[in-house]
């Protein structure tokens, strides 16, 4: 009797079931739109509506084992649906329209809290995005406003996407566009499945671009990479990369090839806030792998190539994502780099050049010091280390730079090069640079050291000077307030000093300095030789811009040059007297003060005509009366006696003094 009765259960409840799934299949679940529509509008805050068909069917699910297998799944199918816009947004009535949306649903994941979609397909989406420059923006819903954790946890595990348009107004990031994205024909995708196209502007500067894509975007898959190609032009900026993304709702793996050019590197900051110095146009090439993590993620542009100017470049950088700001690390060197493409980083390139990158043509046709101001704007926004060196310079004739290593560090606004060195004349010239941008004007510290710099190529196109046998030593300790290299050493205060000890020189250039015309003739006749040089020692007190001497001297065997005066850094004017003094008997010499005026755009070096016409004056009045008495105000019967170079190298080799910097306005 049991087993009957137990069996006509089971009987009614198959029946029941059958009943209940035939009614399910049969069912108008168009019926359950209003109820929907109210629920999410509700939800979000806006209106939502479902204004087409509403489709609901059962599927075996394919990817599951065992008894899971036997539990269908539900493949909702959506049509024509519109989510209205935030009432201040000015892109239209909707935020979202929708041609089609379906997708199916593990039921079992609901006991677990989970709502596991494993295909969400989208048929010609729009969506219109915007955000004003307070930040507000029209796709926060009410319901992201609720900040009490939830239960419920969405797992979307793949997204089709086929054709759709997603337009976007962003005030704050100065940033309009409109992409355009679109299935591809099998016969040209090329292993991809979609295409995209965008337009529009990004800080009022043209901007547009195309790339492709994976059909079929595994938001989860570890294993699968998804397939990018994509190249965009900003002004005369471009980026194009091509390569693959692993896991892409947490950007777990980004491996790319990463193309980078345009007019100057600095332009590159607004789009990846990264704070690059001004160059002349550049081409790079390089391997870009990265991940997002919780600090938020690192990115290695390793084993780059390519050029800036006319020099190569190439190098490693790392991006860290860090608090209290993100570090930038790594080494660049160029194998042959050329001088002038260095001109930019300080402002100190042709105007028709700064129009090229982009930047105002500022710099005034009677200046030699660059003027354009440096942009410290975005120095507080990274921290950087970097090393870079140039191994061989390129340069004109007489420029006698050899190499170049530089340490670069930024850390809070404050720009380091320790060391900054060249390779000069055989020697070096090391400085350590330190410029404060967290003030206003900018507060600058240098230290030159030069040591070991040969003479004869320090000159290598001056022919009186390669057979001059020594070295060159100095220093410098220099302190400023400006906002340009022009106004830093205009408002520098410290001290610049120089020492050439033991060595030779031209005979025929100390003739020639000391106008003994008779031995200049001489040499030229018979051949020039090398004199002793015992000594040359400068000592300059810099205030305010103005470089002062407190000695320059040059002694030699047979003859002492001194020079006095002052360099204007400011006003770039040159006032020096360069006065020759023999230490023995010249014959028909016109000894007398050099000068060294003008500015130094166009320096004017010549001789005081007044003592040189005072000089040939009382010979022609002395000839008058005996032609023999004549050549007596053109003797030089020497100097008096000189205390020698021990004081002067003594003062030489002292540190140099820095006062403080002190800010002036120019």
Partial sequence: MFPRIAAWTLLLLLGLAAIGIALVLSLDWNRARPWINQRVSE???????????????????????????????????????????????????????????????????????????????????????????????????????????????????????????????????????????????????????????????????????????????????????????????????????????????????????????????????????????????????GHLVGKLDKAGGRWLYEHFKGSVGESDIGGTLEYISQQPRPLLRGQVQSNQLRLEDLAPLIGADSNANKAKRGAAAVQPTDKVLPVEKFDTASWGSIDADVKFAGRKIIHAKDLPIDSLVADLHLKDSVLSLTPLSFGVAGGTLAATVKLDGRQNPIRADLRVSARRLKIKELFPTLNTMQASLGEVGGDAALSAAGNSVASLLGTSNGEVKALVSKGTMSKFLLEAMGLNIGNVVATQIFGDRQVQLNCLASDFKVTQGVMQTRSFVLDTDESIINVTGQINLSSEQLALEIQPRNKALRVLSLRSPLYVKGTFKNPDVGVDKAAVALKLGAAIALGALAPAAALLPLLNVGSEEFAGCAPLEAAATKKPQVPAAKARTR
């Fill in 43 to 285: 939800a979000t805050g806006r209106p939502f509506a479902i204004r087409g068909d509403l489709v609901l069917q059962w599927n075996n699910p394919e990817t599951e084992t065992g008894w899971r297998r036997w539990v269908p799944w539900p493949r909702l199918s959506a049509h024509d649906i519109t989510l209205g816009n935030a009432d201040w947004s000015k892109t239209g009535p909707h935020l979202a329209e929708i041609k089609q949306l379906t997708f199916s649903l593990n039921p079992l994941s609901l006991l677990d809290h989970t709502i596991r979609i494993p295909t969400l397909e989208l048929a010609g989406p729009v969506l219109s995005l915007e955000r004003t420059a307070d930040g507000k923006n029209n796709w926060t819903l009410a319901s992201d406003n609720n900040t009490a954790p939830s239960a419920w946890k969405l797992d979307l595990q793949r997204l089709v996407l086929n054709h759709g348009t997603v337009k976007l107004a962003d005030a704050q990031a100065k940033l309009n566009l409109k992409i355009d994205v679109e299935t591809l024909p099998r016969e040209t995708a090329e292993g991809y499945g979609i295409g995209w196209k965008l337009g529009g502007t990004f800080r009022q500067v043209p901007l547009h671009g195309s790339g492709r894509a994976g059909a079929v975007l595994s938001l989860q898959q570890d294993k699968k990479p998804y397939p990018l190609q994509a190249g965009v032009q900003i002004g005369t900026t471009r980026i194009d990369i091509a390569g693959t993304l692993t896991k892409p709702d947490a950007l777990a793996a980004l491996d790319l090839r990463l193309k980078l050019s345009g007019a100057s590197m600095a332009h590159l900051y607004p789009i990846t806030g990264i704070t690059l110095p001004n160059t002349p146009p550049f081409s790079t090439e």
